[in-house]
């Protein structure tokens, strides 16, 4: 039969009487004073909530140490589980900085070979790539014919294309990236 064992008088009493022999248990897994601080005032916060539930006939000291070390030890798992993610995340964040920085390295080679170009050659390629004007405007802006400007973005990619060899799927995002003010 299932009944209050206890009152609060019985729970202090309780507490005080394992408080530092399950520290010392707690600590014994966790090597944290804090940490074991804080699972044996949970046990006892458990104890005190689940205390119209407990049988009468079980032994309050077994309960105790059995949920103490149930909790450091999910604890310990919790921590595992921490640490593996930390890991993983420091990783992808390092894999990122280094993609980061090798795609700002090929943008400055984009840049470079971008300012060696004649500028009527430049001027197209932004207007026609960048700006996405159609060859026919960009012929009338610049009083040229439509094979003019054709010549002029065929030159300058073949020109890129030659230049930047692996780099070419830059070119692909060259447009959005021009518009974004990087180039």
Known sequence: MKEKIFGQKDFEELFERWFGDLMNFVYSYLHNEEVAKDIVHDVFLTLWNNRTHLDSSWSLKSYLFTLARNYALNYLRHQKVVAHNEVGLIQESRE???????YEATLERLREKLACLPEKQREVLVKCLVEGKMYKQV???????????????????AFLREQMEDDLILLFFFKK???????
Request: proline share 0%; net charge negative.
């Open 177 to 183: 990236v021009e518009k974004s003010g990087i180039l």
């Open 96 to 102: 990122f900085q280094e993609e980061i920085e090798e």
């Open 139 to 157: 012929a009338e802006e610049l009083d040229v014919s439509v094979n003019t400007i054709k010549t002029h973005i065929k030159r300058a990619l």
